[in-house]
């Protein structure tokens, strides 16, 4: 069973005097079978633990820790958190021109197998993941983000998910910029990968209720000045709909 603990995590962002510390010790757990989801306001530090978790050089563990199943993945490089399950789905995916889809996505899962796919195997494959998030078939051939609409990067990132099939996966507001459509098509995505294997987690962070109307969550944490002040059940999200987060926020300033 697939389990990601995050115990005391604190982390900063730039160096010497100029350094801030965005977490201020946080604690989670996500399990094989669970998904959870973690709400707050914008500055709260919710992306800061995504990308740490992930490995972002930009962040800063100065203290905790965070282990995958018992191993350190602190101790691991980005590559290895990929091949030992971790999964990160970005706010802003970056655009690499010259990069094409399926370059990109046969490098990632030969890099996370340990083995190249046979081509027609991942073509089938492939093509099978574009039709359930209703993706052109050309989109394969187009230069990685380049040129994307907001909920064409989404769809992308998780056409990666489906294809690399993580243990646990991270997904950092993968509503955002989504219209009624795309957001369905992409929770849809996102029930299929977890309820395909019962051996998956998932880490949902959103500002909102809208994306848990498809994917409900087990768990919900409220997230507020770098650590997470509350938590319950799915009817905690409808909570914060109703009331917002400012009770939340003085209660993260003043811990």
Do not use: C, W
Request: hydrophobic share 40%; aromatic share 6%; proline share 4%.
């Amino acid at each position: 069973m697939a389990t990601l603990e995050i115990r005391d995590l604190h982390v900063s962002v730039g160096d010497g005097e100029s350094a801030k510390e965005i977490l201020r010790g946080v604690d989670l757990t996500v399990k094989a079978g669970e998904t959870h989801a973690i709400m707050g306001p914008n500055g709260s530090g919710k992306s800061t633990l995504a990308y740490a978790v992930a490995g972002h050089p930009k962040y800063t563990v100065t203290s905790g820790a965070v282990t995958l199943d018992g191993e350190d993945v602190l101790a691991m490089s980005v590559d290895e958190r990929a091949r030992a399950g971790l999964f990160l789905a970005m706010q802003y995916p970056v655009e690499v021109p010259g990069v094409s889809v399926s370059n990109f996505l046969r490098s990632a899962v030969t890099a996370v197998r340990g083995e190249a796919p046979k081509l027609r195997e991942f073509a089938k494959e492939t093509k099978a993941a574009m039709d359930a998030l209703s993706i052109d078939p050309a989109f394969a051939q187009r230069s990685l983000n380049e040129g994307f609409s907001g909920g064409e990067k989404k769809r992308h990132e998780i056409l990666q998910l489906e294809m690399l099939k993580p243990k646990i996966a991270v997904l950092d507001e993968t509503d955002s910029g989504l219209d009624v459509d795309a957001l369905k098509v992409v929770s849809e995505g996102i029930n299929r990968f977890h309820d395909g294997d019962p051996e998956t987690g998932v880490l949902l962070i959103t500002h909102y209720t809208r994306i848990l109307r498809y994917v409900k969550p087990d768990f919900v944490h409220v997230f507020a000045g770098g650590r997470i002040v509350e938590q319950g059940g799915p009817e905690l999200a409808d909570v914060l709909e109703n009331e917002g987060y400012e009770k939340y926020v003085k209660a993260g300033a003043s811990a």
